[in-house]
């Protein structure tokens, strides 16, 4: 879990390793708003190979979006190390949308500068992406027809 916040006004708050912490916290948190405030106005954000995004206001819809149809987000962080501005993370990401889960790997870069994200880019195998995917369908569909039988079963029981 990315728990770490940094504290504005502090030598912490534009420690590159404290704010990429404090923006996948905020995104954990599905506040899209603080999460907002820690990048620049010329924020670029890009899942590879996907095109990028560019700009604040287009990293803010992909965000609102990612919120929009989410119920849970989580980033565990395996690894993470700072050389000057640049930070890499190594992470598993959780995605979660009603029942439905997919958990994978991903590969971080962030550039940050003035205590702002400048660059956001991950890097992660979509067709392990793909595959947690399918697994969270399946796993929520189970747990849907399961319900689905228990109330069967509870109305027929009832007759």
């Not at 929009?68 to 890499?88: K, M, N, Q």
């Not at 190594?90 to 400048?118: H, I, N, P, S």
């Not at 880019?121 to 189970?142: H, I, M, N, P, V």
Request: a neutral charge; glycine letters at 8%; hydrophobic letters at 50%.
């Amino acid at each position: 879990m990315a728990d770490a916040q940094a504290v504005p006004g502090t030598d912490e708050a534009s420690d590159p390793k404290s704010v990429v912490r404090a923006f996948l916290a905020a995104l954990e948190r599905l506040d899209v708003d603080a999460a907002l405030r820690l990048v620049s106005d010329d924020v670029v954000y890009q899942n590879v190979p996907l095109p990028a995004a560019r700009g604040r206001a287009a990293v803010a819809r992909q965000l609102w979006g990612m919120v929009r149809y989410s119920t849970g987000f989580e980033a565990r962080t395996h690894h993470i190390a700072a050389d000057g501005p640049i930070v890499l993370t190594e992470r598993t990401d959780v995605l979660r949308a009603g029942a439905w889960e997919a958990e994978f790997w991903v590969c971080g870069t962030f550039e940050v500068r003035d205590g702002q994200v400048v660059l956001w880019r991950d890097y992660f195998d979509w067709a392990t992406f793909l595959a947690a995917s399918a697994r969270g369908a399946g796993k929520a569909l189970a747990a849907k027809a399961l319900t689905v039988a228990a109330r069967a079963r509870g109305k027929a029981g009832a007759s």
